[in-house]
């Protein structure tokens, strides 16, 4: 039965019953003796005995003899329907007054239908669950199918889905994984019989399917792709379909099954003369006969699988079993004169319809002169003729439904006039005249010149011919602009009818025959659409996205972010990665690696790496021996090193290889992430093997002039040269040279054909500055030497001492952190502090620096007799602990801290200070929480109580022991909430951990506990940390609160104009000059003003703004003097 009121069952099955009761409506006579003139004589339906059914049971009778044409028959059916429709609904719902006599109607408009039906899209709202639809399938995993399904949409189709016999096959598979070992004995062959087949023995990519939808899901586009190729997959989780001839032939009953009706079939058995087919119908059943089968020639393989689907036609039908046949060229070519019943119209069926209206949407077609459908514009092959004269109304085309509506009342059809639908060809494998398939030649990240809009969709898109190329392209709305795009014209604007552009694939719409496309510029601008477009080696300007705990995402303009691991943020270990890495900050990266399989391409900030110019390695195969390169230390092992290239290669690295002089163990010469310049000594292609040598990178007679050793990064001694000051002569600066422990004794005279130069390529300090070429001049020697210590270490303890410049700057240290934004916390009188600190450390920097060059440390004894020369040397009492921590002597470590406190003299704070730092990063790493908390209040006792909880909690923070850090903070706000430096420290530790809400709370809660007159620079300290760390926007609308209510402090607009000027936000940056001029200003701050602002157009503005920023000051000195205006 068929639930629909426009279809009553009197109209489709002729019994005595109906036809009485159709009779006996009022106005319903004419319809019912137009039915029984039309089925007057017997209709035949075909069966195996030939024989004629009973007339009660025959539909849509085929005999003829009424002297009307179809067209005519169908309207004289289809008014007699409406009226009787019509008082029907009228008996259900009386009139409050009679209704008035109709008048007579035209006959002569009783040929025109003139009722429109909107052509409605397929998109993910309208494919409700029980939809049916005609897919195509275009990825096959082990798991499901992925399909494509008109109007550009995709969706899956799990494994469990394909049928029931199949998921039953799925069910008892695993539960014999299951059972007992007592089934081992089973015979193989058996097992090899009941194996389940995967899905790609089961389904080809390209065939056509039907389909029902099962489940509909929220929108899952979030999140990563994590293995390129599977964004097919990503994206069609919207949709789950089933394929289960149970879901799809739904409905149908056996009358249904005549000859030429196309269905689906699962394989039920295979029996000795054919195979058995569950269709999914109750009162009928399938078979298909071996020799059908052999004559078919469709894959015996997948027919020989119990739940396997088959694609069927009806040959003919004795009683309760259809002959059927797999033949797909039949399955294609067969299409119904005549529907049975509603039910029967079942997408991919092939039919006639005749056209009854033309919208510019598309057309309203009606098949078996009662079924309505609609063909959209994007299913009607395209020309430039208008659809009215192509498609006029009356005509008749030949059409395959696609999908039904199965909301509307009455049921209603798509269906498509599309070449490779209509004859369900395999697009997909299609090839063109050059031999190239559709996916080949529109390759998804392929820029296409020239598109041209042929047709525009105000809601929808565009639609695009492609430069030599049959297919049409299609620009979504959202794939136009960045900006949201509310609707398009097709008379105006950038993307009118006869506009060109440029676009660039995104992707393909098969059953469609579509071309995705995109004009978005961040789209066109992109370096890569997919992770194997990228090119390996290449430097590409990248901009930092975030920084993880174990990582950096960098933004490089492709499709997406590069890794970058901590041993490639820098030539030399970062202690602060996020102090010298912000986010959106510009870099300069190098592509490592691209892999495709996990959808992930990882770069190299080592500026060794980004500025080489050395060939690079990128495969085994095309490696070639003696070939020079860099390379980065991976891993060290006890008989050498393992190297690491590009694209994830690899090469080992002898102990002998390493150095021209003995070397015992490679930790000793090498350190994981150092940078090395090797050639490639031997190359094993299949195996895929190379081994490596830094010892022949230098021709042999060049060699002993070189470096001949390097100590391990536990003893490592970095110096510094500092150049000797002549009376007379004007020093024009210091210069930080890392000579990377050389040793002086080793030098020898300039001769001919011997190396003089040394190419640093590591530098001291986070901060990298350029290479420096240190030219070995032999007649000049250094003087004095001293060393880079590292006093304290705020995040975690580094054992081995390295340079930390913000507790202890050398004489002579240069670094970028000197930039007066990037100190915006500091106090005013660091500098001060400095000095003394450098005036602190001199005593040391001789005679023990030149003792442990000569001959570093290797035992207690050693250390002891350094200790009895410098008593007060925070730095060898803590390279003291290290060595006693490298034998695991924790304890023995804790003593000689303890020592070390008591024999420091009580003048040397800060070389306590240090010590403590150490005995706190001991306890942290080695000890338990009891301990360290001890030590704690210990060095708080001892110690600036403020100075020592902030150092706590970095030490902490860089342990990642985030909770412990927040609480130590928590306690001293209640402590010390009268500093600033706290409230601001606090606020940049939440903001290190994403707490951004928590970090700005602090602003407020600083406020009850700071003086009055502390609050403006608290608040400035804030809008910094804004621009720094946080939300730019949000740090100029406090700077505006702030330059608004105290406009007097000339030091605050300036500090607001230096964020500005690091955002390079030039139009803020003038409009905040234009406030400030505005001021009564002195003629004193006026120049400082006028000053500043010429140097930030110098440096970021253009040549308009500077001449703008002159004439501006020379107009604003002559309006003074007009005035008689002069500083008191």
Not at 20 to 34: F, G, I, K
Not at 563 to 577: A, F, R
Request: with cysteine.
């Amino acid at each position: 039965m068929i639930p629909s009121p426009r279809f009553p069952p009197s109209a489709m099955v002729k019994r005595k019953s109906e036809a009485a009761d159709t009779a006996n409506t009022p106005n319903a006579a004419d319809a019912a003796s137009v039915l029984k003139s039309a089925s007057s004589k017997k209709h035949k339906t075909f069966d195996d005995a030939g024989s004629t059914n009973n007339g009660a049971e025959i539909d849509f009778p085929r005999g003829g003899g009424t002297g009307l044409t179809n067209l005519e028959t169908a309207q004289a059916k289809q008014e007699g329907r409406r009226d009787a429709d019509r008082d029907v609904s009228s008996k259900k719902k009386p009139a409050k007054k009679p209704a008035a006599k109709k008048p007579k109607r035209d006959t002569q408009n009783d040929n025109a239908i003139t009722d429109k039906i909107r052509v409605e899209h397929l998109n993910y709202k309208r494919a409700v669950p029980g939809l049916k639809v005609l897919a195509q399938i275009i990825q096959i995993t082990p798991i499901e199918l992925i399909v494509s399904l008109p109007e550009q949409l995709l969706a899956h189709i799990p494994i469990t889905n394909i049928s029931t016999h199949f998921t039953n096959r799925l069910d008892n598979a695993m539960n014999d994984d299951s059972d007992d070992d007592s089934d081992q004995e089973e015979d193989a062959s058996d097992k090899e019989d009941d194996s389940l087949p995967e899905l790609d023995d089961l389904f080809h990519v390209g065939s056509w399917v039907r389909a029902v939808v099962l489940h509909t899901h929220k929108d899952t586009n979030s999140g990563r792709v994590k293995k390129e190729g599977e964004e097919l997959i990503k994206a069609s989780r919207k949709l789950e379909l089933t394929l289960d001839p149970r879901s799809v032939n739904e409905g149908l009953t056996a009358k249904d099954f005549v000859k030429d009706f196309t269905t689906v079939g699962a394989v039920r058995s295979v029996e000795d003369h054919g195979y058995l087919i569950d269709l999914g119908v109750s009162d009928v059943d399938g078979f298909v006969s071996s020799k059908e089968m052999n004559k078919s020639g469709f894959d015996k393989a997948i027919a020989a699988q119990v739940g396997a689907l088959l694609p069927l036609t009806v040959t003919s039908k004795t009683n309760k079993v259809a002959n059927l046949t797999p033949n797909l060229h039949t399955f294609a070519k067969s299409y119904m004169n005549e529907a049975n019943t509603l039910e029967s119209v079942i997408p991919g069926v092939l039919l006639n319809a005749m056209v009854t209206a033309v919208l510019p949407a598309g057309l309203n077609v009606r098949f078996y002169g009662f079924f309505d459908g609609t063909i959209s514009r994007d299913h009607i092959p395209f020309e430039k003729k208008p659809l009215s004269e192509r498609f006029p109304v009356g005509k008749k085309i030949k059409a395959r439904v696609v999908f039904d509506h199965p909301t509307s009342n009455p049921k209603r059809f798509s269906l498509s006039l599309l070449p490779h639908i209509v004859h369900l060809t395999n697009s997909l494998t299609e090839e063109s005249e050059d031999g190239q398939t559709i996916s080949d030649a529109f390759a998804r990240g392929r820029v296409v010149e020239g598109v041209q809009v042929i047709m525009v969709e105000s809601e929808k898109g565009l639609f695009v011919t492609i430069p030599d190329s049959t297919l049409i392209g299609f620009i979504h709305i959202s794939q136009i602009a960045d900006d949201h795009t509310p609707s398009l014209s097709s008379s105006s604007g950038a993307t009118k009818v006869g506009s060109t552009h440029t676009a660039r694939v995104v992707g393909i719409s098969y059953v469609d025959k579509v071309v995705q496309l995109s004009i978005k510029p961040s789209v066109l601008h992109k370096t890569f659409m997919k992770v194997s477009d990228a090119q390996v080696g290449a430097v590409v300007d990248g901009t930092v996205r975030k920084m993880a705990d174990d990582r950096m995402f960098v933004s490089i303009s492709g499709s997406v972010d590069a890794i970058v691991w901590p041993v490639h943020y820098s030539d030399v270990k970062l202690k602060h990665p996020e102090k010298k890495y912000r986010p959106d900050m510009k870099v300069k990266t190098r592509i490592l690696s691209a892999e495709a399989d996990k959808n992930r391409i990882t770069a190299t900030l080592k500026k060794t790496l980004v500025k080489s110019d050395l060939p690079i390695v990128t495969s085994y195969d095309r490696s070639q021996k003696n070939t020079i390169t860099h390379a980065t230390v991976s891993s060290i092992k006890e008989k050498g090193a393992i190297l690491e290239f590009y694209n994830n290669v690899r090469a080992f690295l002898p102990v002998g290889e390493i150095s021209e002089s003995y070397t015992k163990h490679a930790q000793d010469a090498l350190h994981i992430g150092q940078v090395v310049k090797v050639v490639i000594i031997k190359v094993e292609t299949e195996e895929g093997r190379m081994m490596a040598s830094i010892r022949k990178t230098v021709p042999k007679e060049e060699r002993d002039a070189l470096v001949k050793e390097r100590k391990s990064e536990k003893k490592e001694v970095n110096e510094e040269m500092k150049v000797k000051e002549d009376e007379g002569e004007q020093v024009a600066g210091d210069e930080d040279i890392d000579i990377d422990n050389a040793i002086n004794e080793n030098s020898q005279s300039e001769s001919d054909g011997e190396a003089v130069g040394l190419q640093v390529e590591e530098e001291s300090s986070d901060e990298e500055d350029d290479d420096v070429t240190m030219e070995d001049t032999t007649n000049k020697k250094p003087k004095k030497t001293t060393k880079d210590v590292d006093f304290l270490s705020t995040g975690g303890f580094n054992w081995d001492g390295e340079n930390d410049k913000k507790d202890l700057e050398q004489e002579g240290t240069n670094s970028d952190d000197s930039d007066s934004d990037s100190d915006a916390y500091s106090d005013a009188n660091d500098d001060g502090k400095r000095k003394k600190k450098r005036k602190s450390t001199k005593h040391f920097e001789g005679d023990l620096t030149a003792t442990m060059n000569e001959k570093p440390p290797e035992s207690s004894n050693d250390f002891e007799r350094l200790l009895l020369g410098s008593p007060n040397s925070s730095y060898v009492w803590i390279q003291y602990m290290s060595f006693q921590l490298n034998l695991s002597e924790i304890d023995k470590a804790r003593e000689i801290a303890q020592r070390a406190l008591k024999t420091i003299g009580f003048r040397e704070s800060q070389e306590k200070f240090n010590v403590w730092i150490a005995l706190l990063n001991l306890e942290n790493t080695f000890g338990d929480e009891d301990t360290f908390d001890k030590t704690f209040k210990e060095a708080v006792s001892y110690n600036d109580p403020l100075t020592m909880h902030m150092k706590v909690a970095d030490i902490l923070e860089a342990s990642e022991k985030y909770d412990n850090a927040n609480e130590v903070y928590v306690k001293a706000t209640k402590k010390f909430g009268a500093h600033i430096i706290l409230w601001v420290n606090y606020a940049e530790f939440k903001f290190r951990v994403e707490d951004a809400n928590g970090a700005r709370s602090l602003l407020t809660r600083s406020l009850k506990s700071l003086d009055k007159r502390d609050h403006v620079a608290c608040i400035s300290k804030f809008a910094q940390l804004e621009f720094k760390v946080g939300d730019a926007e949000r740090g100029k609308t406090i700077f505006e609160g702030i330059i608004e209510s105290h406009p007097k402090q000339l030091d605050q607009w300036f500090v607001y104009i230096d964020m500005l000027a690091r955002t390079e936000d030039v139009a803020g940056l003038r409009n905040v000059f234009e406030k400030l001029l505005a001021l009564k200003l002195s003629t004193k701050k006026a120049k400082s003003v006028f000053k500043k602002w010429l140097t930030i157009e110098k440096e970021i503005g253009d040549e308009n703004g500077v001449r703008d920023v002159k004439q501006r000051a020379v107009a604003w000195n002559e309006q003074r003097e007009q005035h008689g205006q002069h500083d008191e």
